[in-house]
C-alpha cells in the first residue's frame, strides 16, 4: 500500500530558509502527481505546489518569485519543498501527498483530489 512521510518542519525565524521532504513507498511505477499542502490555524487545506512524476511538470499556486521550490531526488525516491525567505504566513501544518496521474503536461493539484495522504509536519515562523 501507498505510504507518505513528511518531514523537516520546524520552528524557524522570519526570513530565514526551510526544505521539508517527502518519503514515499508502495508507489508502483511513475504515474503519481504528488504535491505539498498547508494548514494554517482556523484555516482549510491548501495547495502549495505540485509534480507530477512522470512528466515532470510542476505547479506553483502562488507565483512567489521564486520562493518556493519542488523537486525530487529520483535516487532516493524523496520530494522536496525548499522555502526562502519565510514569513509568520506560512506557518501550518504541511502535508505531503500522493494521486494516481497519467496525464502529461498537466499536474492535479487540488488537495480533494488527492488520496494517500502523510500525517504532517509542523512549520513554524516566528516574527
Known amino acids: 500500500r501507498v505510504q507518505v512521510h513528511e518531514s523537516g518542519g520546524m520552528l524557524v525565524k522570519a526570513g530565514g530558509s526551510l526544505r521539508l521532504s517527502c518519503t514515499t513507498s508502495?508507489?508502483?511505477?511513475?504515474?503519481?502527481?504528488l504535491g505539498w499542502f498547508r494548514q494554517a490555524p482556523g484555516k482549510e487545506r491548501e495547495a502549495i505546489s505540485c509534480?507530477?512524476?512522470?512528466?515532470?511538470?510542476?505547479y506553483y499556486v502562488y507565483a512567489e518569485n521564486g520562493r518556493l521550490t519542488i523537486s525530487r531526488n529520483n535516487a532516493n525516491n524523496t520530494l522536496h519543498l525548499q522555502m526562502g525567505s519565510l514569513k509568520p504566513d506560512d506557518t501550518g501544518m504541511y502535508y505531503c501527498a500522493a494521486l494516481e496521474w497519467t496525464w502529461k503536461g498537466l499536474v492535479q493539484c487540488k488537495p480533494q483530489e488527492y488520496k494517500y495522504w502523510g500525517s504532517g509536519t509542523q512549520v513554524t515562523v516566528s516574527s
Open positions: 509534480m507530477s512524476l512522470s512528466s515532470g511538470a510542476k
Open positions: 508502495g508507489l508502483l511505477g511513475d504515474d503519481y502527481a
